[in-house]
């Protein structure tokens, strides 16, 4: 850890107060007392025992009661009754173990914004306060956003730093994520104001993401914008070994350089042609269950997709801004279920449905196949998370079934319950690369009033110097 040490003392330096008050841990609590913040994080051989496990694997494998073994940040065991003497035990009874959910696609540097902007046309308009940024704002955003991801449940997201101007912004995304311990892949801006992102920029930050994040961390590129660069860029990228790479979906008329390392976000408005090219090139999807329909642009259009031979494992979910939501997995499911439903019945009186009794295209495993399997193939780390199996990275969650909108028959459905009545009061416990982030409800090593005071004071001040009442 001695290059990270390094580097990231240079980079606190420029930050001022607030960075160096978050820098005496890992994830310090933003320089909050050993009384205001929680115990600090938990790390070595774990034993997650007697919990109902969720695998998320390929053939669905499910354990009424059994165990999950980690070791060195890894999964060693998942069954019953397994034996691991120098483990720490955790009680996972009357919970569901299962993989974290995995984020596709947030723009996590305007987490600031929080009470800002009504619609879209104020989120738009709102944007333009990248300009007012100071590279310590982009730290507390993205350290903001991520520390509501572990607490929902979110081990793994896609950090879409378009509001960075330059390197020095981009490593504040870099830092806050590594701080933080959550796994992510960060997407460098490629080009702005119509100048192509340095090739050396993009070394340098793929590069430090190696040294610094013991193995968490992957750079992705963003070509909103990119006009002519485009192509180009997306050499340089491949060359590099940068992945994913995106803007939104306009990429799709660029057909001499796509791949399923692109990810396509959004689609209410996704046209039958432009299924097809995204089927035909394996390119995943990026699916914002709660974004879009707050803006009024419609409903995830999950029906269509699956109809016209988009595969399941294509796609995750998107949080998309946490200016205008909260990162809700669980709500995410329910909405891209409902959405399908609504989709396919095209009815509108209750006893329609009943009478026709549909086979549902879309149901509620599939919802939590996306929210977790599913993200980890979009962003490319299929092999590594994603399901409970042997050998694969220890990114876990525990969701109570105790709670009082839960209940732990082992007769109950798991996928119905989970996706109809979860909420992130369930998260219990979250595990990311073998290390505890939240135990017992309550995040580790963070002095959450004391971050979200800093936040609102952040907003304030990026109010007032972009001349904002």
Not at 261 to 266: A, K, L, M, S
Request: aromatic share 6%; hydrophobic share 45%.
């Amino acid at each position: 850890m001695k290059n990270f040490e390094i580097s990231r003392r240079n980079l606190l330096n420029s930050f001022g107060a607030l960075a160096a008050g978050c820098a005496s841990a890992s994830l310090s609590g933003c320089g909050g007392t050993a009384a205001a913040a929680e115990s600090a994080v938990t790390q070595g051989e774990l034993l997650l025992q007697g919990g109902r496990i969720l695998t998320m694997d390929a053939a669905g494998t499910e354990i009424i009661k059994g165990d999950v073994h980690i070791k060195n940040g890894v999964i060693a065991a998942v069954g019953a009754n397994i034996s691991a003497p120098a483990a720490q035990v955790i009680d996972a009874s009357n919970t569901v173990v299962m993989p974290g959910f995995v984020e596709t696609h947030w723009h996590m540097w305007n987490g600031l914004w929080k009470g800002m902007a009504n619609d879209a046309t104020e989120y738009f308009r709102l944007r333009s306060l990248a300009a007012n940024y100071t590279s310590k704002d982009h730290y507390l955003a993205v350290k903001y956003s991520a520390l509501q991801a572990i607490n929902a449940g979110i081990t793994t997201c896609h950090d879409w730093a378009d509001g960075a101007r330059n390197y020095d912004d981009f490593a504040a995304h870099m830092q806050a994520l590594a701080e933080v311990g959550i796994r992510a892949k960060a997407s460098y801006p490629g080009t702005s104001s119509g100048i192509a992102a340095p090739r050396g920029e993009l070394v340098r930050a793929r590069d430090w993401m190696q040294a610094n994040s013991e193995g968490r961390m992957q750079l992705g590129l963003l070509l909103d914008g990119a006009g002519g660069l485009f192509e180009q860029q997306v050499r340089m990228a491949r060359e590099l070994g940068i992945a994913p790479l995106t803007n939104h979906e306009g990429f799709l008329n660029h057909p001499g350089v796509l791949g399923p390392e692109f990810v396509y976000t959004h689609g209410t408005d996704i046209q039958d042609a432009d299924i097809a090219m995204v089927k035909s090139y394996g390119i995943k999807i990026g699916l914002c269950p709660s974004t879009d329909p707050m803006i009024g642009v419609g409903l995830p259009p999950i029906y269509k997709l699956i109809t016209q031979g988009i595969k399941r494992e294509n796609m995750g979910l998107s949080v998309d801004v946490t200016a205008q939501t909260s990162p809700e997995p669980f709500e995410m499911m329910r909405v891209l279920v409902n959405a399908s439903r609504i989709q396919q019945s095209g009815m509108n009186a209750i006893f329609d449905v009943v009478k026709a009794a549909p086979s549902w295209v879309f149901g509620y495993s599939d919802a939590l196949k996306l929210a977790t399997a599913g993200g980890a193939n979009v962003l490319g780390w299929a092999d590594s998370i994603g399901s409970l199996v042997a050998g694969k990275r220890a990114d876990v969650i525990m969701v109570r079934l105790d709670d009082i909108n839960m209940q732990p028959s082992a007769q109950s459905s798991i996928h119905i319950q989970l996706v109809q009545c979860g909420a992130t009061h369930n998260i219990d416990t979250v595990i990311v690369d073998g290390v505890v982030r939240k135990r017992g409800g309550r995040l580790l090593g963070v002095d959450v009033k004391q971050l979200t005071a800093q936040v609102a004071s952040a907003q304030e001040a990026l109010r007032s110097r972009a001349g904002l009442a």
